[in-house]
């Protein structure tokens, strides 16, 4: 394989953030100290990276300055990265949302494709601006990592393996997790994946 004709990219999600599980799409919530030690030991100590793109939500780019900083590696933060706006919900738990919005909770978990939270965006718009961003860094860098949100991640991961829009829910992302994506280059379609 001539690995200089694909993007070598890992995608990191955050680590553990303060407040709990809940709804935090453009809710600014810091790591957890126990989320930053996630996310050191999800990297490692050796650096594999020539470059760093961040979202610019602080529970990723707090880290993603840190580690830039370590191995004197170019960070950009990315606002296209940034998690799904859940407009009225966010912030809130999902046991906050069904004391004031049930209906609208349920018809969300059962069809998400149609039924966006109120006053937020939807997954259609959410995926549109994540996919602009992740063509630009697979035509851009050649090995980076990608700090962001398990939304953004499901949505490229979606993407990479052709999975209809109804599975989207179906990937797992647990907090800090990190995957390896080699990428040809130009078109973002994925060669393989695996955990890194």
């Not at 955050?14 to 709990?20: K, L, R």
């Not at 259609?124 to 860098?141: G, K, P, S």
């Amino acid at each position: 394989m001539n690995v200089s004709v694909y993007t070598d990219i890992s995608l990191l999600r955050h680590g553990e953030t303060e407040g709990g599980a809940r709804y935090r799409g453009i809710t600014d919530d810091p790591l957890t100290a126990t989320g930053r030690e996630q996310m050191w030991a999800a990297v490692g100590a050796e650096c594999r990276w020539d470059s760093i793109v961040s979202s610019p939500l602080m529970r990723c780019a707090e880290f993603a300055r840190a580690l830039a900083q370590h191995h004197s590696l170019p960070l950009r933060l990315e606002s296209r990265l940034r998690e799904m706006n859940f407009g009225a919900w966010d912030g809130q738990t999902a046991a906050e949302i069904m004391q004031t919005d049930a209906e609208a909770l349920q018809r969300f978990w059962n069809d998400p494709w149609r039924h966006g939270p109120p006053g937020g965006e939807s997954l259609a718009q959410l995926r549109t601006r994540v996919l602009d961003a992740w063509h630009d860094i697979v035509n851009e860098f050649r090995s980076t990592l990608v700090i962001t949100h398990g939304g953004p991640i499901r949505l490229i991961l979606c993407e990479l393996w052709r999975y209809p829009d109804k599975r989207l829910l179906d990937i797992e992302v647990p907090i800090a997790s990190l995957r390896r994506v080699l990428v040809p280059r130009p078109q973002a379609t994925a060669l393989e994946t695996y955990p890194s």
